[in-house]
T-cell receptor, first 110, second 113 residues
Framework: GEDVEQSLFLSVREGDSSVINCTYT??????LYWYKQEPGAGLQLLTY?????DMKQDQRLTVLLNKKDKHLSLRIADTQTGDSAIYFC??????????FGQGTTLQVKP | DTEVTQTPKHLVMGMTNKKSLKCEQH?????MYWYKQKAKKPPELMFV???????INESVPSRFSPECPNSSLLNLHLHALQPEDSALYLC????????????FGSGTRLTVV
C-alpha cells in the first residue's frame, strides 16, 4: 500500500542542525521529495532524490535515503528562524500520484 | 515564468453562492492538479488533468466542478458548498514525469459561511 509517515513536531535552537525523518511503504517509488510550507503559503519543493541515490546535498540541505529500510531524512545545517515551517515528505509510486506524509512542524528557537 | 498563479487569494462565500477559483501556469506543464488542504494536514488530491483531459477524480462531491479551458488554465467551480468545505485550495502543475515534482501555487483560502 501507499503510506508515508513522519513525526509531527521538531524543535531546535538557531544554529543547530535539524533532522526530519520519514518512512514510506511503497517500494515502487522512484522519486522522493521534501516540500516546505510556510504559514499561509503554498508548498515549495525543496529537493528530491532518485531511489538509486543514497545521498543528495544542496547547500544547507542533505537528503539521506536508506532504500532497504524505506527511510528518508532531511538534514538542515545551521538552522535559521526562517526555516520554521511544516516539512512534508512525499513519494510517487507507480500510480503517479503524489503521496504526502502528515508533515513535521519545525520550530526554531532564537 | 516558473510560477503557478492562483486567484483569488481569499474567498468568503455563502452556501447558496456560485464562485470559481482560477489557476494559471506558463511553464508548458501538461498536468495540472487541484488539492484541498485543511489546517495542519497534508494536501488531499481532488482532481488531475493530463493534456487538458480529466484523468483522476478522487470521488469529489459534485458541488466541486473542475474545468481546464486550455493547457495553461485550470478552474474550480464551486456551488452549494458546506462550511466543512472551508480550506486552502491548492493548484499544482508538473511536466508529467516524476523527476521534477510538482510546482504549487500559493492557494486560495476559502471560507464558507
Amino acid at each position: 500500500g501507499e503510506d508515508v509517515e513522519q513525526s509531527l513536531f521538531l524543535s531546535v535552537r538557531e544554529g543547530d542542525s535539524s533532522v526530519i525523518n520519514c518512512t514510506y511503504t511503497d517500494s515502487s517509488s522512484t522519486y522522493l521529495y521534501w516540500y516546505k510550507q510556510e504559514p499561509g503559503a503554498g508548498l515549495q519543493l525543496l529537493t528530491y532524490i532518485f531511489s538509486n541515490m543514497d545521498m543528495k546535498q544542496d547547500q544547507r540541505l542533505t537528503v539521506l535515503l536508506n532504500k532497504k529500510d524505506k527511510h528518508l531524512s532531511l538534514r538542515i545545517a545551521d538552522t535559521q528562524t526562517g526555516d520554521s515551517a511544516i516539512y512534508f515528505c512525499a513519494e510517487t509510486p507507480n500510480t503517479g500520484k503524489l503521496i504526502f506524509g502528515q508533515g513535521t512542524t519545525l520550530q526554531v528557537k532564537p | 515564468d516558473t510560477e503557478v498563479t492562483q486567484t483569488p487569494k481569499h474567498l468568503v462565500m455563502g452556501m447558496t453562492n456560485k464562485k470559481s477559483l482560477k489557476c494559471e501556469q506558463h511553464m508548458g506543464h501538461r498536468a495540472m492538479y487541484w488539492y484541498k488542504q485543511k489546517a495542519k494536514k497534508p494536501p488531499e488530491l481532488m482532481f488531475v488533468y493530463s493534456y487538458e483531459k480529466l484523468s483522476i477524480n478522487e470521488s469529489v462531491p459534485s458541488r466541486f466542478s473542475p474545468e481546464c479551458p486550455n493547457s495553461s488554465l485550470l478552474n474550480l467551480h464551486l456551488h452549494a458548498l458546506q462550511p466543512e468545505d472551508s480550506a486552502l485550495y491548492l493548484c499544482a502543475s508538473s511536466q508529467g514525469g516524476r523527476a521534477y515534482g510538482y510546482t504549487f501555487g500559493s492557494g486560495t483560502r476559502l471560507t464558507v459561511v
